[in-house]
């Protein structure tokens, strides 16, 4: 069974930095890509960031690059999502998703998504 679990989110002044984990478990992690998407109140889902974890290649949407950086640890099954210089439009849910590929930030399918974890940056 997949599992993706989030966690690593919370209350962080504007500014401030946070690491957000995605543990996996349940198919073979260096075959797929996991993404970073957010959902802030009122708004649509939007995608974040995405690792291929086969080579390590890397997108983010352009609002994040620079402040955020996505990274893989294979032998913790784990990805993480390194966020600097939060700012209040950051405020969202956050969710790591399973997906067998991504590039420019384009997924393909959605196999399974995390619970969330609620990221809230105060101004």
């Known amino acids: 069974e997949v599992q993706l679990v989030e966690s690593g989110g919370g209350l962080v002044q504007a500014g401030g930095s946070l690491r957000l984990s995605c543990e996996a478990s349940?198919?073979?992690?260096?075959?797929?890509?996991i993404g970073w998407f957010r959902q802030a109140p009122g708004k649509e889902r939007e995608g974040v960031s995405c690792?291929?974890?086969?080579?390590?290649?890397?997108d983010y949407r352009d609002s994040v690059k620079g402040r955020f950086t996505v990274s893989s640890d294979s032998v913790k099954n784990t990805v993480y999502l390194q966020m600097i210089s939060l700012m209040p439009e950051d405020t969202a849910v956050y969710y790591c998703?399973?997906?067998?590929?991504?590039?420019?930030?384009?997924?393909?399918?959605?196999?399974?998504w995390g619970q969330g974890t609620q990221v809230t940056v105060s101004s």
């Open positions: 998703a399973l997906t067998p590929y991504c590039h420019l930030m384009r997924w393909g399918p959605i196999h399974s």
């Open positions: 690792i291929n974890n086969s080579d390590r290649k890397t």
């Open positions: 349940g198919f073979p992690f260096d075959d797929y890509a």
